[in-house]
RNA sequence: UGCCCGAUGGUGUAAUGGCAGCACAACAGGUUCUGACCCUGUUUGUCUAGGUUCAAAUCCUAGUCGGGCAGCCA
């Protein structure tokens, strides 16, 4: 059972060494984990990357994975942020089974720990205010000073902390603190308060409590309740790791669970706190949680990232205790490793420009294309060549420069799949513009090759101007120009280095196989990049995302 | 200024006293009915100074730099 061979791909790493060390020394008899979202916002990729790690050291050794809200704060909680973070997790598919909790199911218990602490001498109630608390809890150099409320009788506190959850008293009137020591060096042992009055409706509990728990005195005996063998959270709560083994050790749990930190998340161009990306939402500089330029997994889901890529990404950054800022050129790596396997490719011109073929006659020609180049289970389609058709313009130059090879005057390229063709006449309006091109086309090359096997170095996408089909297409770039839009300079902020072209809507002309498009696909369209039908489509007619382009050599050649 | 944590190519991550490896990126080539995919090759690294040792990225000491902590948030 203590199998510390991985058959997944994930690597080891540190904490998956102290987890085989307590399974060597006899600690455990199964692995527990959980993930522990606070139902107050969205998930996004640094959450998934907790998912993964948390989910796959329960599946490599054999273990549970809890979904566990920590809901203790009502004033900022809300079931819709349950439902999505349950429908993101269940997609990325880190299964919970049967165990999926809530902080607020242990309420009452928890509020039987408070007691037992006050019982014990070791929390107390306090009426001084929060300004006053801040004045008295010292500073980073200066222990604190004890409050006149600290040695209430138990008696006393016991009648105190019944009557504030009775409701008698108003909100910040008093708290409930631990009583520990005011000149601990780490603040967090300062005497925390483990129970505010807050008289807010609770998305589960409803009006049962109009005291919560706060986040140290919930979070470890949640654990502690449900088994959990490794508490894994992200570094900032290390500073807290002392006051969660202290409730551990001065309370009557049933077992004794670890916390282990790890660094979390930092991705170029874009930003990964909750109140950044809520920010964004709420005074609309994207169009929703699920906008595609979002990092959030219902972003990326709308974009047309994939659970498989979004895993091998998290599997691939590993896990350490070192701030990092992962280069968002690995995550679209991932992502096209994916979706070149999976796509269905597509011929689809996004920025047309007409060339008529002066040799074809009015009829339509039929050319067979495989779905994949190289999964001929995918199944093919027919492409409608006609007389009249649209290339992109870019695959058109009337003066080539060096190493061009697409489509120039005098120029024979393949037309995919098709034919061959070589430009005869370049037609332009008054202004100078190019509005269509001639060409003449080689009878002997349909089915794009020719009896003489002669090179043609060009291979261009087209469709047919008769025979295609308009669609809407969203095209998508980061949407900060900063690689780390965090670092704002003076007197600005991460709102200032949001790039404004980040959206460009387009129509493009498809061929006519890709009416046929469902959410579930995932589409190539040849030579341009990975594409997914938006949910719009429904009301809209068809629309497209683009998820992420192909690499390109040549566009990256012409920038030097 | 107190406590805690961290430091390996451009980025991320291995090496757990014994040849600094892998991936992404970059660069150069090959292949190609996608300038994609794929294949081959190249460049680039142990924060600094001492110490322990036959041997240090690894252990010790000091420093430097980066991060976290003073919510009745999580």
């Not at 489509?407 to 202004?431: M, S």
């Not at 047919?464 to 095209?475: C, T």
């Not at 280095?497 to 009416?515: C, F, G």
Request: proline letters at 5%.
């Amino acid at each position: 059972m203590n199998s510390t061979e991985n058959t997944s791909a994930s690597s080891a790493n540190f904490i998956r060494e102290i987890i085989d060390a307590d399974l060597t020394a006899g600690k455990h008899q199964q692995i527990v984990t959980r993930f522990p979202p606070e139902p107050n916002g969205y998930l996004h990729i640094g959450h998934a990357k907790s998912i993964c790690i948390n989910h796959g050291i329960a599946r490599d050794y054999r273990g549970r994975f809890h979904l566990r809200f920590d809901d203790t704060n009502p004033t900022k909680e809300d079931t819709e942020y349950v439902e999505s973070i349950m429908e993101d997790v269940r997609w990325l598919g880190a299964e919970w089974g049967d165990n999926l909790f809530f902080a607020s199911d242990y309420f009452e218990q928890l509020y039987a720990w408070a007691v037992h602490l006050i019982e014990h001498g070791k929390a107390y109630v306090d009426d001084l205010t929060a300004e006053q608390m801040r004045q008295t809890r010292g500073s980073l150099t200066e222990p604190g000073t004890d409050s006149p409320w600290r040695n209430r009788s138990v008696a006393e506190n016991l009648d105190l902390f019944a009557r504030m959850r009775s409701g008698e008293f108003a909100n910040g009137a008093k708290v409930l603190r631990a009583k520990i020591d005011m000149g601990h060096p780490n603040l967090n042992m300062r005497d925390p308060v483990l129970y505010r009055i807050a008289h807010a409706h609770h998305h589960r509990t409803g009006d049962a409590w109009c005291i919560y728990p706060m986040y140290d005195f919930a979070h470890g005996q949640s654990d502690a309740i449900e088994g959990i063998t490794h508490s894994i959270c992200t570094l900032e709560f290390e500073a807290h790791r002392p006051l969660y083994d202290w409730f551990l050790q001065n309370l009557p749990v049933p077992a004794q669970p670890r916390q282990i930190e790890f660094a979390r998340l930092n991705l170029t161009y874009t930003v990964m706190s909750k109140r950044k990306l809520l920010q964004l939402v709420q005074e609309k500089h994207v169009n929703g949680w699920d906008d595609p330029r979002m990092p959030t997994i219902s972003g990326l889901r709308r974009r047309g990232y994939t659970p498989e890529a979004i895993r091998e990404f998290c599997d691939r950054i590993g896990v350490s205790k070192r701030e990092n800022v992962i280069d968002l050129g690995l995550l679209e790596f991932c992502l096209r490793q994916d979706l070149e396997e999976k796509a269905i490719r597509r011929m689809v011109v996004l920025d047309p420009l007409k060339v008529v073929i002066t040799n074809f006659s009015d009829a339509t020609e039929w050319y067979p294309g495989p779905n994949h180049p190289s999964n001929e289970a995918m199944g093919e389609r027919k492409v409608p060549l006609t007389r009249e058709i649209f290339i992109e313009r870019d695959d058109f130059m009337e003066t080539p420069v060096k190493g061009f090879f697409r489509l120039f005057p005098g120029n024979e390229v393949r037309l995919r799949y098709a034919c061959y063709i070589t430009c005869t006449d370049v037609i332009k309006a008054p202004d100078g513009s190019i509005v269509e091109l001639h060409a003449t086309f080689d009878p002997e090359s349909r089915g794009a090759s020719s009896p003489d096997n002669r090179k043609v170095k060009g291979t261009i996408h087209w469709v047919s101007a008769k025979e295609s089909l308009p669609i809407q297409v969203r095209l998508y770039d980061n949407l900060f120009h900063s690689e780390t839009p965090d670092e704002a300079p003076e007197g600005k902020t991460f709102l200032d280095n949001i790039n404004h072209d980040s959206l460009q809507v387009i129509t493009a002309y498809a061929e006519p196989a890709l009416a046929d498009a469902t959410l579930a696909e995932r589409f190539q369209f040849e030579r341009k990049g990975y594409f997914c039908l938006d949910k719009d489509t429904a009301s809209e007619g068809l629309i497209f995302n683009r998820t992420t382009t192909l690499r390109d050599s040549w566009s990256k050649q012409q920038k030097k």
